[in-house]
């Protein structure tokens, strides 16, 4: 089925193909965000970015990358924001949880902070499925109105996508060159996509991945930042929030990782380990999108 890109976006970036499909793998209605650089695409196609999360985050990754490939060591990319055919973030929220989780397990349902946590509306698990559609239906959609270069492949998202992003890094290298993981959920299943490591750790020793990663994390993301006003409008009480930072471990997972990770590297494996300062969980996306994009696009 042919892709046929909508009107110009007025919710999101300028200039920005909307296209808007069902998958099949998912049985679920999805919209693309594309947007194309303004500058003639190389021979090979434009390098691409498969940005999770689009409808919270394209905007600021399209502003972002404009403004980074003003410098001519900046390969200007195609952004492909992977979204929800809705305006509400609420909504897309509550969509991505099975997107971007594997089944939950009964321990961390029953965690005494998670509890407080409202149901997602579809449930968990569907992460691989996830990854599947991007490499079997949006990849060859987006081929359809940009030539793009198959070499050149970025995946980058922020939380739960951080953690797909670092799943995909684990268990997909074939699919991207360049993972972003952006405050990466690794909590989620008392860290179940570490299970992962050493497999990967063993193909990386064998010389069997071409891949270079970015790991980022907020400073403050480990500190207890309970409003002063207005908690009532907040899932769980401050104890809640207290349990929750402590179990989730945000700055040590990803520094931790990240340590581990680095001393991996030899020719076709590199990683970088970013620790944004005076940055919390809400704040961190715009300064891990700026700092993936120059990661993944500079050249040298």
């Given at each position: 089925m042919t892709a046929v890109p909508t009107a110009l976006s007025r919710e999101m970036a300028?200039?920005?193909?909307?296209?808007?499909?069902?998958?099949?793998?998912?049985?679920?209605?999805?919209?693309?965000?594309?947007?194309?650089?303004?500058?003639?695409?190389?021979?090979?196609?434009?390098?691409?970015?498969?940005?999770?999360?689009?409808?919270?985050?394209?905007?600021?990754?399209?502003d972002t990358m404009r403004i980074q490939a003003c410098w001519p060591d900046v390969r200007d990319a195609v952004i492909v924001g992977i979204g929800y055919?809705?305006?509400?973030?609420?909504?897309?929220?509550?969509?991505?949880?099975?997107?971007?989780?594997?089944?939950?397990?009964?321990?961390?349902?029953?965690?005494?902070?998670?509890?407080?946590?409202?149901?997602?509306?579809?449930?968990?698990?569907?992460?691989?499925?996830?990854?599947?559609?991007?490499?079997?239906?949006?990849?060859?959609?987006?081929?359809?109105?940009?030539?793009?270069?198959?070499?050149?492949?970025?995946?980058?998202?922020?939380?739960?996508?951080g953690?797909?992003?670092?799943?995909?890094?684990?268990?997909?290298?074939?699919?991207?060159?360049?993972?972003?993981?952006?405050?990466?959920?690794i909590w989620w299943n008392n860290q179940e996509v570490l299970t992962y490591e050493a497999a990967f750790a063993a193909r990386v020793a064998a010389g069997e991945v071409q891949a270079r990663a970015l790991v980022s994390v907020g400073e403050l993301e480990s500190t207890l930042r309970y409003p002063s006003a207005h908690a009532d409008k907040l899932p769980g009480n401050r104890e809640m929030f207290e349990q929750m930072i402590e179990a989730c471990r945000m700055v040590p997972n990803a520094v931790e990782l990240g340590a581990r990770l680095e001393a991996l590297q030899r020719p076709g494996f590199s990683l970088q380990t970013v620790v944004h300062a005076d940055d919390d969980h809400n704040m961190v996306p715009p300064a891990g999108i700026a700092r993936g994009i120059s990661f993944a696009l500079r050249n040298g």
């Open positions: 300028l200039n920005a193909l909307q296209i808007d499909f069902h998958s099949a793998i998912r049985d679920r209605d999805y919209r693309l965000l594309v947007s194309i650089p303004a500058r003639p695409a190389p021979a090979q196609g434009y390098p691409v970015v498969w940005l999770i999360d689009g409808n919270l985050h394209f905007g600021i990754a399209v055919p809705t305006d509400r973030v609420t909504e897309a929220l509550g969509l991505r949880m099975d997107d971007l989780t594997t089944p939950i397990t009964e321990a961390q349902r029953n965690a005494q902070w998670y509890r407080s946590m409202p149901e997602p509306p579809h449930g968990y698990g569907k992460l691989d499925d996830y990854l599947r559609m991007i490499d079997e239906e949006i990849k060859s959609r987006v081929a359809e109105v940009v030539a793009f270069d198959a070499g050149d492949q970025t995946l980058m998202g922020h939380s739960l996508g953690l797909t992003t670092l799943h995909a890094l684990f268990r997909r290298t074939a699919s991207f060159q360049h993972f972003v993981a952006i405050a990466p959920s």
